[in-house]
T-cell receptor, first 113, second 113 residues
Framework: TQLLEQSPQFLSIQEGENLTVYCNSS?????LQWYRQEPGEGPVLLVT?????EVKKLKRLTFQFGDARKDSSLHITAAQPGDTGLYLC?????????????FGKGTHLIIQP | KAGVTQTPRYLIKTRGQQVTLSCSPI?????VSWYQQTPGQGLQFLFE???????NKGNFPGRFSGRQFSNSRSEMNVSTLELGDSALYLC????????????FGPGTRLTVT
């Protein structure tokens, strides 16, 4: 069973600060996705990274895929209260598909005004 | 384009009963996956249906089953409910591989008493 470890589990910071959350595994991903989930709603896809070393930017959010495709990070610049939510990473493992995506348990992020 | 819809949004059942949840995917999406989300275990994959066939299955007991209809709508059924089945059940639809990007519905909150 492949596992995805997300850290930190909880993070509470002030508006305007920068932050980075991480997603790690001992196995190689063929692709990795990041989602944000708000209370009472389903997760919403933010980005998919496929190539080792790939960097994608979505406004103030920067996503990086590790060179070895075993880890990923999400960096938020100048966090805003609207960024509050549960951030989930989901990995599709090389040779996988039979078990669908494997999700990490997420990082609960709170941005205080 | 309308998003993924799930009904009902909330459900309260008693131990031993059974329940059926419904999901309508995004138009044109033929793959439908089901997930169980709990605070302790996070998001766990139940099964995936494609063209009315179960294509992948997670590690859940046989009490959890599903089906998909010719219009891609899907249902999942849980028989002989246990207290531990209380969770948010999420349905997601997706286009074809290779990345299996998931488009989630709002979920059905099931409480078993």
């Amino acid at each position: 069973t492949q596992l995805l470890e997300q850290s930190p589990q909880f993070l509470s910071i002030q508006e305007g600060e920068n932050l980075t959350v991480y997603c790690n595994s001992s196995s190689v991903f063929s692709s990795l996705q990041w989602y944000r989930q708000e209370p009472g709603e389903g997760p919403v896809l933010l980005v998919t990274v496929v190539t080792g070393g790939e960097v994608k930017k979505l406004k103030r959010l920067t996503f990086q895929f590790g060179d070895a495709r075993k880890d990923s990070s999400l960096h938020i610049t100048a966090a805003q209260p609207g960024d509050t939510g549960l951030y989930l990473c989901a990995g599709l493992f090389s040779g996988g598909g039979a078990d669908g995506l494997t999700f990490g348990k997420g990082t609960h992020l709170i941005i205080q005004p | 384009k309308a998003g993924v819809t799930q009904t009902p949004r909330y459900l309260i059942k008693t131990r031993g009963q059974q329940v059926t949840l419904s999901c309508s995917p995004i138009s044109g999406h033929r793959s439908v996956s089901w997930y169980q989300q709990t605070p302790g275990q996070g998001l766990q994959f139940l099964f995936e249906y494609f063209s009315e066939t179960q294509r992948n299955k997670g590690n859940f007991p046989g009490r959890f089953s599903g089906r998909q209809f010719s219009n891609s709508r899907s249902e999942m059924n849980v028989s002989t409910l246990e207290l531990g089945d209380s969770a948010l059940y999420l349905c997601a639809s997706s286009l074809e591989p290779p990345t299996y990007e998931q488009y989630f519905g709002p979920g059905t909150r099931l409480t078993v008493t």
